[in-house]
């Protein structure tokens, strides 16, 4: 589904029930929308909390045509791609790019296959499976995309430290940008160094 517009819903539609304070595993949900949609509990713009009542959408909520997204497909993909890039050797990390590339493929604009691919062209680099003039192109590319598709993205900011590791060998600037991954989510655990 995609989210259109901000703060312009019809009052007391979308409500999501909310009893006595709500379930945790609602909270959470909602959480992790807000998260993913860049919004503030505060200043909402998509999701608001109605007190003792639920969550409204505040945006209008479109339906996307079956044919232009395959969240099956793509998410498959992606977790197939990013279990293969858990457990590296040289033929897993390579099922990995291909599965990776694969899902990108169905959603150009999937951030977090982007921050794995490149993550993976890294790994590739630092294990020698792959020569630096070929990976660090490759790698700088998914670490734009990544952050062109969800700047807020902890593991896009992974990626951008990654390039300024690997390519341009500033390390006080991966640290401070891996830093800053950790201050957008403290649970990434691919932004904790060694």
Known sequence: ??????AQGAAGRGLAPCHGGGEPAVNQTISA????LGDDADAPRFVSTVPGRGYRFLAQVIPEDAATRSAEAYLQLYAAGWS??????????AAALD???QA???DPG???????????????????LMPARE??????????CAMTADPALPEAHVARARVQELAEQN?????AILDHAIELDPLCFTAHPL
Do not use: Q, W
């Open 84 to 93: 293969a890039l858990t457990r590296p050797s040289g033929g897993k990390l």
């Open 33 to 36: 929308l807000r998260r993913a």
């Open 171 to 175: 390390f006080a600037a991966a640290l």
């Open 135 to 144: 990976a660090i192109p490759l790698l700088r590319a998914g670490a734009e």
């Open 104 to 106: 990108i493929a169905c």
């Open 1 to 6: 589904m995609r989210v259109n517009g901000g």
């Open 110 to 128: 999937f951030a977090l296959a982007h921050a794995h691919l490149a993550d993976g062209y890294a790994m590739a680099c630092v294990h020698g």
């Open 99 to 101: 599965l990776l590339k």
